[in-house]
C-alpha cells in the first residue's frame, strides 16, 4: 500500500512540474464566454465568417496572415467558389514580365494570403518605426490570448483619461503595453455591414474576429477533439478488453499465490 | 507455479518449425529467437506497473521515427523557410497537423517515460552487478535522447529554437581552451543561420537512427542479465520466474493502452500544456525574448546552470549531475539492490527526487532570489546523495531482511 502512496505522489509532482510552462501575463482580462473553449468547445462558423470578413475590410489594410493561403478558408465553411472569387479579387505579385519588370495577377486558391507591405521593414517606415505583427498565430502567442484580444479591441478610450500623457500618434488603449499604442481604434459602430443581418457594433466585430484570429492560430481545433473522443473511447473499450485478459492470466498464478 | 508453464517450457526447447518458417528459421533462426527471447523468455514473476516503462519508450520511439520521417519529407532546413515549412505542415499538408501534434506530444512524453524509466532503476538498484551494461547504455541513451530532444526543438525555428540555441551554443563556447572551436563545429558560421539549422537538422536525423541501434544493445543486455524485480533478489527456482508470453505481454498491454490514453488526452485536448507559445513567433536575431525558458524536461539542468555563478562552471554542473550517474554501480557498494530493504537510502533517494523538482522550478524562475539559493541547497544534495552519502552509507546501514526467493516474498514458498 504504501509503495502505491508513493509512486502516486511521485507522478503528481511530475504532473504538476509541468504545466510549469505557461506564462502568464501581469494582469489577466475579464474572461468572455467562447465557444471554442474547454475540450469539447467547437468554432461558430456563422462567427468565423463574420470574422474573416474584419479581417479582410480593416486588420488586413496593415497585418499579414502569411502562413495561411485562401483554401484554407474551407475551414470556416467558405464554397471552393467563394474562396476562387476571393482570391481573383486580390492582386499577387507574379513572374517577371517580358519587359524585365515585376508583374501583378490575380490571386489563386493556393495562393498565401496577400501581405498588405512587401517586408517587415517597409512596414515599420510606414508604421511609425513598428511593423504591425503577423497574425497567423497571434491568438496563440499573445498572453491572454482571445480574452486579452476582446479586452484590447475593446479598450480604447477616446477621449483619454485626464491623467494619461498626451502622445502624439498616440492611442490609449486599457489593455495596450503602458497603455498607449501607435494603432488607432479598428473598429467602429457599422463601419461594415454582415451579410446575415448580424447588427455590427464594435463588441460583435470584436467578439467575430477574435474568434476569426483564435481559429487561424488553431484551425485544426474542433476536428482535434472530434477525433480525440473517438480514440479515447476506442482506447476505453480496448483497456477494459486488456485488464479481462490479463486477469485471466494472471488468475493461474494468484491462485496458487 | 502451475503445470501449464512447465509444458510450455519443455515444448520450447524442439521447437516443431515446419514448411517456410523451418526453411528459414534453419538458415536464419529468427524465428526461435523470438519465440526464445519474447514468449519463452523467463520474467521475475513480481514486476509492478514501474516495469512498463520499458516497453512503453520501445513504441513511443517507434512512433517518433515513423512520425517524423513524414515531416522530414515537408520540412525544409533554412533559415528563411524552416518556420514557414512547419506552418505549411500544420496548416496545408493533408494530416500534417495531427503527424506534427504525435512527434511533438512524443517527445514530451518520451522524456517523462524516461525519467520515470530511470529513476525505476534507482530505486530497486538495477545498476547493479551483473546489470552495469544495462545501466550504462541505458544512460547513454538517454544523453542521445536529450541531445535529440534539442536538435529537434531547434527545427521549427521559432524564438525560442533560436535562442535556446543561443544560449546553448555560447555555453559550449565557455569552455576554456577548446570552446570556441568546438562552438564553430555546432554553428558552422559567424552566427546561427542556414549552416547551423541544416547541421542540426542532419544531426536530429542521425542520432535517431543511431538510438535504435543503442537500444538494441540495451534490451540485448537486458535478455541476458534478466529484469531485476520489486525485491532486488535474483531468482532462483522456475517457480519464481513466468514466461514473458502471455504473462508480461498482457501486463505491459495494459500499461501501453493507459499509456496512450494520457498521451491522447494531452494531444486532442490539452496541447497547449506542451507547447510554447513564444515558439510560434519566427526566429527574429534582433529581438531577445523577456523569458528564455528550455522544455520543462531540461529546466532541472538550467537551474544547475544558473546556479552556479560561472557559465563554464554551470555547464560542468549541469552535465556532471548526469555523469555522476555513470559512476553509480560502483558508487553503491551496498549488496542489498532494492530501496524497500533500506529505508534510510529510500529516503535519501526521495530526497533526490524532491531536489531534481525544486531545480526545474528554481530553473522556471531563472534562478533569481529566493530561487538561487533553493538551486545551490538542491544542487548540493544532488551532488552529495551520489558522491557522499551512497558510497558511506552502504557501508554502515542496516537493511530489512530480504526474502528467501521471489516467490516467497509473494506468500507462493
Redesign the interface.
Known amino acids: 500500500m504504501r ?1 502505491h502512496v ?2 502516486g505522489s ?2 503528481a ?2 504532473t504538476l ?7 502568464t501575463p501581469d494582469k489577466a482580462p475579464p474572461h468572455q464566454k467562447w465557444s471554442f473553449e474547454g ?1 469539447t468547445g467547437t468554432y461558430d462558423k456563422a462567427s468565423l465568417q463574420r470574422g474573416f470578413l474584419v479581417y479582410d475590410h480593416v486588420c488586413a489594410s496593415c497585418h499579414g496572415m ?4 485562401y ?2 478558408l474551407e475551414g470556416i465553411g467558405l464554397s471552393d467558389q467563394a474562396i476562387t472569387d476571393l482570391a481573383h479579387s486580390k492582386q499577387i505579385a507574379g513572374p517577371v514580365g517580358i519587359s524585365g519588370m515585376p508583374t501583378m495577377r490575380p490571386g489563386l486558391p493556393d495562393d498565401h494570403f496577400r501581405s498588405p507591405f512587401p517586408n517587415d521593414a517597409a512596414a515599420a517606415a510606414v508604421m511609425g518605426g513598428v511593423a504591425p505583427p503577423d497574425q ?2 497571434l491568438a ?2 499573445h498572453p491572454g490570448g482571445a480574452d486579452w484580444l476582446y479586452a484590447f479591441l475593446t479598450g480604447y478610450r477616446m477621449p483619454p483619461p485626464a491623467d494619461a500623457p498626451v502622445v502624439p500618434g498616440k492611442f490609449y488603449n486599457d489593455w495596450a503595453e503602458g497603455h498607449m499604442i501607435g494603432m488607432p481604434p479598428p473598429l467602429m459602430n457599422g463601419a461594415i455591414q454582415y451579410p446575415d443581418g448580424t447588427p455590427a457594433t464594435v463588441e460583435q466585430q470584436a467578439k467575430d474576429i477574435t474568434t476569426f484570429l483564435v481559429w487561424a ?1 488553431d ?2 481545433r474542433n476536428e ?2 472530434h ?3 473517438g ?2 473511447a476506442y ?2 473499450v ?2 477494459v478488453l ?2 479481462a ?2 486477469r485471466k ?2 488468475k ?2 494468484k ?3 | ?2 503445470i ?2 512447465q509444458k510450455q517450457t519443455s515444448a520450447s526447447s524442439t521447437p516443431p518449425y515446419s514448411g517456410l518458417a523451418g526453411w528459414i528459421n534453419r538458415r536464419l533462426p529468427v524465428i526461435s529467437a523470438f519465440r526464445a527471447e519474447y514468449v519463452d523468455f523467463r520474467v521475475p ?1 513480481n514486476l ?3 516495469w512498463n516503462f520499458g516497453a512503453i519508450l520501445t513504441l513511443v520511439l517507434g512512433l517518433m521515427l515513423a512520425s517524423g520521417v513524414f515531416l522530414a519529407m515537408n520540412y525544409t532546413p533554412t533559415d528563411a523557410g524552416a518556420f ?1 515549412s512547419v ?2 505542415i ?3 499538408l493533408s494530416g500534417g ?2 503527424l506534427r ?1 504525435m512527434h511533438m506530444t512524443g517527445a514530451n512524453l518520451f522524456l ?1 517515460a524516461l ?2 524509466h530511470l ?1 525505476r532503476g534507482l530505486y530497486y538498484g538495477s545498476y547493479k552487478a551483473p546489470r552495469e551494461l544495462l545501466w550504462l547504455t541505458g544512460l547513454v541513451l538517454m544523453l542521445m535522447v536529450m541531445a535529440t530532444a534539442f536538435a529537434g526543438y531547434l527545427l521549427p525555428w521559432g524564438q525560442m529554437s533560436y535562442w535556446g540555441a543561443d544560449v546553448i551554443t555560447k555555453a559550449v563556447g565557455a569552455i576554456p581552451g577548446i570552446g570556441p572551436t568546438l562552438e564553430h563545429i555546432m554553428t558552422g558560421s559567424d552566427h546561427l543561420g542556414d549552416i547551423f539549422l541544416h547541421r542540426f537538422f542532419v544531426l536530429h536525423f542521425v542520432l535517431a537512427f543511431l538510438i535504435v541501434g543503442v537500444v538494441g544493445m540495451h534490451v540485448a543486455a537486458v535478455h541476458v542479465s534478466g529484469s531485476n524485480n520489486p525485491t532486488g533478489v535474483e531468482p532462483r527456482t522456475p517457480k519464481d520466474t ?1 514466461p514473458f508470453y ?2 508480461y505481454v ?2 505491459d ?2 500499461g501501453l ?2 499509456f ?2 494520457v498521451f ?2 494531452l ?12 515558439n ?2 519566427p526566429a527574429d536575431p534582433m529581438h531577445t525574448p523577456a ?1 528564455i525558458e528550455p522544455e ?1 524536461y531540461f ?1 532541472p539542468f538550467y537551474g544547475l546552470l544558473q546556479s552556479v555563478p560561472s557559465k563554464f562552471g554551470g555547464l560542468v554542473a549541469a552535465a556532471g549531475s548526469l555523469l555522476v550517474l555513470f559512476a553509480l554501480p560502483w558508487l553503491d557498494r551496498s549488496p542489498v539492490r532494492s530501496m ?1 530493504f533500506r529505508p534510510l537510502c529510500r529516503i535519501g533517494l ?1 530526497g533526490v ?2 531536489a531534481f ?1 525544486v531545480l ?2 528554481a530553473g ?1 524562475h531563472h534562478a533569481q532570489g529566493g530561487w538561487l539559493i533553493a538551486a545551490r541547497l538542491a544542487g548540493l544534495y544532488y551532488f552529495g546523495y551520489f558522491l557522499v552519502f551512497l558510497p558511506l552509507v552502504s557501508r554502515t546501514e542496516k537493511t530489512r531482511p530480504l526474502p528467501s526467493s521471489i516467490a516467497a516474498s ?3 514458498a
Open positions: 509503495k508513493f509512486a511521485l507522478l509532482a511530475f512540474a509541468m504545466p510549469a510552462l505557461a506564462s475540450a502569411r502562413s495561411l493561403t483554401r484554407d497567423s498565430r496563440a502567442v492560430a484551425p485544426h482535434r477533439h477525433i480525440g473522443k480514440v479515447l482506447l476505453a480496448l483497456l486488456a485488464i485478459w490479463k492470466i494472471w493461474n498464478l491462485s496458487h499465490g | 507455479m502451475s501449464p508453464d514473476r509492478n506497473g514501474w514557414l506552418e505549411a500544420e496548416r496545408q497537423w495531427l501534434a517523462a525519467y520515470l529513476f513466468v502471455p504473462y498482457s501486463k498491454l495494459v493502452i493507459l496512450a490514453m491522447a488526452a494531444m486532442f485536448f490539452w496541447p497547449n500544456m506542451l507547447i510554447e507559445p513564444d510560434y513567433t523569458d520543462w529546466l524497500r526521495l527526487v524532491c523538482i526545474a522550478d522556471k509473494q506468500g507462493d
